[in-house]
C-alpha cells in the first residue's frame, strides 16, 4: 500500500524555488460543467497545482479535477468505502472480480488485455481495511481515456455480478476431477491470502490490528482469512457489491494536462446510469479501552529454525480526527524514535541484544485512527517480558527527558525537504496526491488540507522555536499515559503448520462425506466447467470491445537523456565526472561510483555488511548518531548502494564474466548544502569505524532475522536467485550476499564477528582499501545548469582527496580467482526444493537458451511479456489458483526463468513450464496479439522518470555501454516484432529440455507429494530444509 510522500525544518533554497510558482487561476481552462456542481476551487501552492471540487449533480458522487499542465502522466482513481462486516475477505475478492470483464467490455480478463496492451505506467487496484481504490496512470491521453473507461465500466458494471465463476475462480471454489480424489480449495484470494497467514510478520500485524480495534471494521480482515473466505457465498458478494460500489459512497480523481472538461464528460457518461442514495459506510470509531491488553498468537517454525518469540507493544492513539499540526508532529515524532538506525527507540533496541530486529513499523496513519506499534523479533523466551519493559520504560524516559536539539533540527529538516522535494521516484506524482488526499477525503474531511503542509510546518516550527516541549507532549498524551495498548507475543509452534493442514483436510473431508453422489458428480461437472470456460478464448466480437491503441499511437524514436562528460579520466588515475542539465527545483542529485573488482572473491560475503558498516557506524569525528543528525540536517539523504551487470554486448549474450561491478554512495542536497554534502561522503569513506564490533553484531543478526522473513513470502526470488548461482560470477554474487546462501551463512560471519573480530575487522579494512581510490571512480551529477557549474570545484576538491590509485593489472583481482576458482564456487547443476512452514509454494525453473556472443533480438522481450500475460497467467494463475505465475528473459545473459508466487501448486506448475515451448510453437498469434504485445513493451520502456532517475539512468547506461544506437536498435527491433519471432523463440524455449534447473520453496507435504510423482520420471526434486545451517 502506498501512500504521500510526507515529512517536515527549512530549505531557504528549495523553498523558494517552490514559492515561486504562479499558481493563479489559469483562465484558459474551463471548468463549469452542466452536470457537476461546483464544491470549491483550490490552489496547492506547495506543488503549483490547481484543482476543482465537484459534486455529481444526480448522483452525489465527489470528484476531485486537478490540473498540472507541467506532468503528462495522467492519474485518474475511483475509490469507494468498503468497510467489511466479516473476515470473509469480500472486499479483496470484488476488487480482484470487478477487473474480470464488464457490460461494455464483456472479455475475461480486461485488467490482462491493459497490462499486455497499454502504454500504463501505473494499472492496480488496493484493497484497504475501509475502502477500496482502482487508480490508473499513462502519459498518453488516448490510452488514458482507454483505460478509464475500462477501469469506470469494470467498477460499477462488472459482468462478476452475473456470472458465479469469476467469484470461484479469484474467490474461492471446491475442486475435484475424480470421485476418488480428495475435496480441494482453490481459488486466487483464497491461495494469495494463505501466503500472507504463512508470513509470522503479516501474522503479528494482522493480530495487532484486530485486537486495537475490537469494536469497529479494523478488527476483521479485509483481505481475508483462509478459514472464513470459503464461508463467502455468492450472495454476500453481490450485496456488497450492490452496498458500497455505487457513484453516491465513490470518490473520483483526475490528475494531469489533459482537457478538464473531457475529464468530466467522460465521467458523466457512467455515471448518468445512476440516481443518488443513501449509502451507509462510514466508518465508526473505536472507543478507548481503560485497561492494557495482552494477547499470544501461534506461528509456524521449522524444526530446524531456533524457537525465536516476536513481540510488539501497539497503542491507539487517537478517539477523534487529528489536525494538520498534530498528525505532521506524529510522523516527525516517528522519525525520532524509529527513523534511522541512530533513532532513540530504534537504537535502544538494537542495543539491548533482547531480540535481531526491530519490528512493528513504528506509526500508521492511513486509517481513520493512528496507531504505533514497536518491539523486537528473534527474541528468546525468557527475555520477552524484559522487551515489553524495555518499550515501555524508554518511551516513558523520552517523554521526560526529551529529545536532543540536533535531533529534532535533523528529523525536522529531513521531513522538510522530502515535503518539498516531492520526489515519488516512478510512482505516479498525481496517485501520490491522490492517496495523500484520501486519507482525509475518505472519512469526509477535507481532501485538500491532505496534502497541504506550509501552514501545518509553520505552526509546528514556531512551537519548537518557543521552547515548547512538543513531542514530549505527544509521547505523554498519545503513548505514556494512554491504556489503549496491545502487547501481542508470537509464540513459535512446531505443530501449527501441520495442525492446519490436518484442520483443512478434515474440514473438506467433511463437507465431501455430507454430499450426496449426485453432489459429488455436480461438484466435478462445476470443476470441469470452470477450466473449460478459464480456457476458453474470448470472442473476436468481444475482443474488438476493448479500446486500443495502434503503431500510429507509438513514437518509434527513442527518448535519450542529456549528459556532457566533464572529466574523461581516460588514464584511470582519477575519475570521470558526467553531468545532466536538468531541472531539479535546486537540488542536486550526486552518484559516486567506485569499482569494486579488485577485492577478493571470498570477501564478496561482506559487502552487504561492509556498505552498512560505512554509513551505520559513525566515524573519526562523528559518532554513529552524531553522522546520522548531520546528514538528517544538511541534506535530502546519502546512501550506499551496489550495482553489478554485464557489460553490454550490443544485441548479442555477453560473455558472463565481462562484469561491472560497482559500490554507488548517492545523495542530495540544495546548493549551498553541497559542500558539506561531499565532506561527508569523504568522511564516510575515509573514516568509517570498520572496527565496531557491537554495530557488526547487531547488523548481522538484524539481517539474518530480515533474510528468514523475506524467504517466506519471496521464496519465488529467492529461486530465481538459487538458478543464477549455478551459472555464472553475477550468480553467484547475488546469491552469496542477498540468496540462501548467504542466509545459511549468517550463522558463520555472526559466530566470526562474536569470536574472532580482529580478523573479520580486517578482511573489512582491506575492502575500504580495495575500494575506496581514485582510478575507476565516476561522479554521476544531476541538476539545474547553473547549479551544474557551481559545485564542479567541490566534486573537484572531493576526488583529489580520495587516496591515490593503486596500480592494477590487466585483469582484475576478482576476476583472476573467479577463473581459478569457478567450479568450486558455482552450485551444482540439480533440482532442488527447500522446504519451509508455509501453506503456500515459489516454483521456479529455468536455463540459458542463448550461448554468449550469439545474437539476440529485443522482439524477445515482447514475447516474454506475451508468454506472461498471456499462457502463464492462464495457467498458472487463473488455472491454477496461484496469485502470481510469470516469466522473465535477459537479453544480456541469454537466461529465461519461469516463477510462481503464492502458489498452491507444485508438481502441476513444473507441467506448465514444460508444456510452455509446445504451446507457444502451436499459437495461433494473430497480428492484434503482436501490436498489444509489442505497444506493452514499448510502455516499459518509455515509463516516466523523475530527474533523479533519469541522471542515474544515464548513469548505468553509460557504464554498461550502452548507446543510443543500442537503444534506437532495440526499439526497431520490438517495433518489427512478428510472428517468425514468435516461431524463433518458441524453438530456443525448447532448449530448456537439457538447460534447466529447478528450485522450489514450499511445504514439505507438497515437495513429498512432487516427488512421488517425479521419481516415476527419473527427475525427483532434491531436498532439503530451507533453514539450515549456522543460523542461530
Not at 321 to 349: H, P, Q
Not at 631 to 638: R, V
Not at 757 to 772: G, H, N
Not at 836 to 842: A, G, H, I, K
Request: hydrophobic share 40%.
Amino acid at each position: 500500500m502506498s501512500k504521500i510522500v510526507k515529512a517536515g525544518h527549512s530549505n531557504s533554497a528549495l523553498s523558494s524555488v517552490v514559492e515561486s510558482v504562479d499558481v493563479s487561476v489559469r483562465n484558459q481552462y474551463e471548468y463549469l460543467h452542466p452536470s457537476y456542481e461546483v464544491v470549491e476551487k483550490f490552489t496547492i501552492p506547495e506543488y503549483g497545482l490547481e484543482g476543482i471540487y465537484y459534486n455529481h449533480k444526480k448522483t452525489g458522487a465527489q470528484v476531485i479535477s486537478i490540473i498540472s499542465p507541467d506532468d503528462n502522466n495522467k492519474v485518474f482513481g475511483i475509490t469507494f468505502r468498503t468497510p467489511p462486516a466479516d473476515s470473509t475477505g469480500v472486499p479483496h475478492v470484488l476488487e480482484h472480480s470487478v477487473l474480470c470483464g464488464s457490460r461494455k467490455f464483456p472479455v475475461k480478463e480486461p485488467f490482462v488485455d491493459l497490462l499486455k496492451g497499454s502504454l500504463q505506467n501505473f494499472l492496480n487496484a488496493f484493497t484497504y481495511p475501509d475502502r477500496t481504490c482502482y487508480p490508473v496512470a499513462s502519459t498518453n491521453t488516448k490510452d488514458f481515456y482507454n483505460l478509464v473507461h475500462v477501469y469506470l465500466d469494470a467498477v460499477l458494471h462488472p459482468r462478476a455480478l452475473q456470472d458465479p465463476k469469476v467469484l470461484q475462480q479469484e474467490g474461492w471454489h471446491y475442486e475435484l476431477e475424480d470421485p476418488s480424489e480428495p475435496l480441494t480449495f482453490k481459488g486466487v484470494v483464497y491461495n494469495e491470502m494463505k501466503g500472507v497467514y504463512s508470513s509470522p510478520d503479516s501474522l503479528l500485524g494482522r493480530a495487532t490490528q484486530q485486537a486495537l480495534f475490537p469494536s469497529n471494521t479494523y478488527g476483521v480482515d479485509s483481505g481475508g482469512d483462509p478459514l472464513k473466505i470459503p464461508d463467502l457465498s455468492f450472495e454476500q458478494f453481490k450485496a456488497f457489491h450492490a452496498s458500497y460500489y455505487h457513484p453516491s459512497n465513490s470518490r473520483v480523481f483526475f490528475y494531469g494536462n489533459d482537457d478538464p472538461i473531457k475529464r468530466l464528460d467522460l465521467l458523466d457518461e457512467y455515471l448518468a446510469d445512476f440516481d443518488k442514495q443513501t449509502v451507509s459506510s462510514a466508518v465508526s470509531f473505536q472507543p478507548k479501552f481503560a485497561d492494557p491488553k495482552r494477547l499470544e498468537v501461534g506461528f509456524p517454525i521449522d524444526p530446524a529454525a531456533p524457537p525465536k518469540h516476536m513481540l510488539t507493544v501497539s497503542w491507539l492513539l487517537n478517539e477523534k480526527a487529528l489536525d494538520s499540526k498534530e498528525m505532521l508532529a506524529l510522523g516527525v515524532l516517528d522519525y525520532l524514535l524509529l527513523g534511522t538506525s541512530s533513532s532513540s527507540v530504534r537504537k535502544i533496541l538494537t542495543e539491548s541484544q533482547l531480540g535481531e530486529s526491530v519490528t512493528g513499523g513504528g506509526l500508521s496513519d492511513e486509517l481513520l485512527q493512528s496507531t504505533f506499534s514497536v518491539g523486537l523479533k528473534g527474541v528468546k523466551a525468557e527475555d520477552v517480558s524484559k522487551v515489553e519493559e524495555l518499550v515501555l520504560s524508554t518511551m516513558t524516559k523520552l517523554s521526560e527527558e526529551g529529545f536532543e536539539t540536533d535531533a529534532i533540527q535533523a528529523a525536522m529538516n529531513t521531513f522538510e525537504f522530502r515535503l518539498r522535494e516531492f520526489n515519488t521516484g516512478s510512482f505516479p506524482r498525481g496517485l501520490s496526491l491522490m492517496l495523500g488526499m484520501m486519507n482525509n477525503w475518505i472519512y469526509d474531511k477535507n481532501p485538500v488540507e491532505g496534502v497541504l503542509f506550509e501552514a501545518p510546518l509553520k505552526a509546528l516550527k514556531e512551537d519548537i522555536a518557543s521552547g515548547k516541549p512538543v513531542f514530549q507532549d505527544l509521547l505523554k498524551k498519545y503513548v505514556v499515559s494512554n491504556q489503549h495498548r496491545v502487547t501481542v507475543e508470537m509464540k513459535p509452534d512446531l505443530t501449527l503448520e501441520d495442525k492446519q493442514r490436518q484442520e483443512e483436510e478434515s474440514r473438506l473431508a467433511k463437507v465431501k462425506e455430507s454430499m450426496t453422489e449426485q453432489q459429488v458428480l455436480d461438484t466435478i461437472k462445476l470443476t470441469k466447467e470452470l477450466k473449460e470456460a478459464q480456457q476458453a478464448e474470448d470472442s473476436p466480437e468481444a475482443k474488438a470491445t476493448l479500446p486500443k491503441l495502434g503503431l500510429e499511437d507509438i513514437d518509434p524514436i527513442s527518448k535519450e537523456i542529456p549528459y556532457e562528460i566533464v572529466a574523461a579520466n581516460e588514464d584511470n588515475k582519477s575519475a570521470k565526472i558526467i553531468t545532466h542539465p536538468l531541472q531539479t527545483s535546486g537540488i542536486l542529485y550526486a552518484d559516486v561510483a567506485f569499482d569494486y573488482s579488485d577485492i577478493d572473491l571470498d570477501d564478496l560475503e561482506l559487502l552487504p555488511l561492509f556498505s552498512r558498516m560505512l554509513m551505520e557506524t559513525g566515524t573519526a569525528t562523528y559518532d554513529q548518531t552524531a553522522l546520522s543528525r548531520r546528514i538528517g540536517a544538511n541534506t535530502g539523504g546519502i546512501g550506499i548502494s551496489y550495482h553489478n551487470d554485464l557489460k553490454s554486448a550490443s544485441g548479442k549474450v555477453a560473455n558472463s564474466d565481462d562484469v561491472l561491478l560497482f559500490l554507488m554512495m548517492r545523495g542530495k542536497a540544495v546548493t549551498d548544502n553541497v559542500p558539506i554534502m561531499f565532506d561527508i561522503f569523504l568522511d564516510i569513506l575515509q573514516n568509517a569505524k570498520l572496527d565496531n564490533q557491537k554495530r557488526a553484531v547487531e547488523m548481522l543478526k538484524e539481517s539474518k532475522a530480515r533474510k528468514e522473513a523475506s524467504v517466506l513470502s519471496s521464496g519465488h526470488t529467492f529461486g530465481a536467485t538459487r538458478l543464477a548461482g549455478r551459472s555464472s560470477l553475477l550468480g553467484h554474487l547475488n546469491e552469496v550476499t542477498g540468496g540462501l546462501t548467504s542466509l545459511r551463512e549468517a550463522g558463520r560471519l555472526l559466530e566470526s564477528a562474536e569470536s574472532d573480530w580482529p580478523a573479520l575487522s580486517a578482511r573489512l579494512e582491506k575492502l575500504r582499501q580495495a575500494i575506496v581510490k581514485k582510478g575507476k571512480v565516476v561522479v554521476n551529477l544531476t541538476g539545474d545548469q547553473k547549479m551544474l557549474q557551481t559545485v564542479l570545484p567541490t566534486v573537484d576538491k572531493f576526488v583529489q582527496n580520495l587516496p591515490a590509485a593503486a596500480e592494477g593489472g590487466a585483469k582484475s583481482k576478482l576476476l583472476a580467482q573467479w577463473d581459478a576458482q569457478r567450479l568450486q564456487k558455482l552450485l551444482p547443476m540439480r533440482d532442488e526444493a527447500f522446504t519451509m512452514p508455509s501453506q503456500v509454494n515459489y516454483v521456479v525453473m529455468g536455463g540459458p537458451i542463448y550461448n554468449p556472443g550469439e545474437p539476440v533480438k529485443a522482439s524477445t522481450s515482447v514475447i516474454a511479456r506475451y508468454l506472461s500475460t498471456g499462457y502463464l497467467w492462464d495457467q498458472v494463475r487463473v488455472v491454477g489458483g496461484a496469485y502470481g505465475g510469470f516469466a522473465r528473459f535477459s537479453e544480456n545473459t541469454g537466461r529465461f526463468v519461469f516463477l510462481s508466487y503464492r502458489d498452491p501448486n507444485l508438481l502441476n506448475t513444473l507441467n506448465v513450464y514444460e508444456s510452455t515451448a509446445e504451446a507457444l510453437s502451436h499459437a495461433e498469434v494473430s497480428k492484434e496479439d503482436i501490436l498489444q504485445a509489442l505497444i506493452g513493451a514499448v510502455g516499459d520502456l518509455d515509463s516516466p522518470m523523475s530527474p533523479d532517475q533519469k541522471g542515474f539512468t544515464s548513469l548505468i547506461q553509460l557504464l554498461n555501454g550502452e548507446t543510443a544506437a543500442d537503444r534506437q536498435r532495440k526499439r526497431d527491433e520490438i517495433l518489427a516484432t512478428s510472428v517468425q519471432d514468435f516461431q524463433d523463440f518458441a524453438e530456443r524455449l525448447k532448449k530448456l529440455k537439457d538447460t534447466s534447473s529447478v528450485a522450489v520453496f514450499g511445504s514439505q507435504q507438497a515437495v513429498e507429494a512432487a516427488n512421488k510423482e517425479l521419481k516415476e520420471r527419473n527427475k525427483q526434486l532434491a531436498v532439503e530444509p530451507a533453514f539450515i545451517g549456522k543460523t542461530v
